[in-house]
């Protein structure tokens, strides 16, 4: 701390930033930010600490469970698009199956329409 010397005087130019409870608070731009101002003339340093301290852990602890609660959304929603895409695959699966089959079928019944009009044109052309 400084010496008794500086008690009432200009503690390196910051007479004009002191408050008569030694520690001073405002809000700056968002309501996120705070500006702290300390003076070590006057309070206990102790107590603002441990309460700076106390409301550090707070943020950081409502901040975890906002991120706890945000990750545990984005599992949910992985999730469901993962069950969705499982649905997708099984239909569209079933579904190539499906048309795999009528195509085997198609081939077939192509290839002995090939065959019956080979044999009738080569029936008919020997006569």
Known sequence: MASSSHRGGDFYGAASYRSRDGLSTRQ???????QLRIDPMH????????????????????????QNDFINQLQMTLIKAQAG???NMRRLNRSIIQE??????HVV???LFCFFVIYWLAKFSRR
Do not use: C
Request: hydrophobic share 35%; glycine share 12%; net charge negative.
């Open 85 to 87: 895409v499982k649905n």
């Open 109 to 111: 019944l192509f290839a």
């Open 100 to 105: 795999g089959s009528n195509h085997v079928m």
């Open 43 to 66: 309070g206990d340093l102790d107590d603002e600490i441990t309460g700076l301290r106390k409301q550090v852990a707070q943020e950081i602890e409502s901040e975890a469970k906002y």
């Open 28 to 34: 700056v731009g968002g309501a996120d930010e705070i």
